[in-house]
């Protein structure tokens, strides 16, 4: 079976309280706090939805009417390699407590934010050792076929 359970937006982004975003990791099953208290911002009905929309598989485009001392948080795990734009500008990015991302979107009212992940510098990383581990096989399999 399936179930569905009930909520008030199907978006993995909401208009937040500041207050709301959780600030530190649990310490443990019992220390529900702060996550309770974002539970109920994500289902506060006077708080605007902000619909977010992928446009690409790194990229998304979310639609929020925030003002001051609100912030975006997305359901999605937070990594470096996030940044967000308001209107050409760049705006903070950064993880809350419980490995979400968090933007500081710096809105007075309705505005269009561009969500985008390059992959920061675990992609460089990655790239940098894909390119060691090649170069380093063709040098080998070179090094056994001069032998022969």
Sequence with gaps: MIYRIPQRSASLAHVVPAKAIVERPPINGLDVDALAVYAAALDDESLP?????WTSRHSARIEATAYP???ISVQETYTPGWHATVDGKD?????????????????????????NYDGGYELVLARMASVEVTLGMLCWI???WRKR
Excluded at 92 to 111: E, F, H, K, M, R
């Design 49 to 53: 939805l902000a619909p977010l929309y």
């Design 69 to 71: 001392g609100q912030l």
């Design 91 to 115: 705006r903070p990015v950064t993880g809350d407590g419980i490995g979400l991302i968090t933007i500081d979107a710096g809105c007075n009212g309705g505005c269009d934010i561009a969500l």
């Design 142 to 144: 070179g090094l056994a």
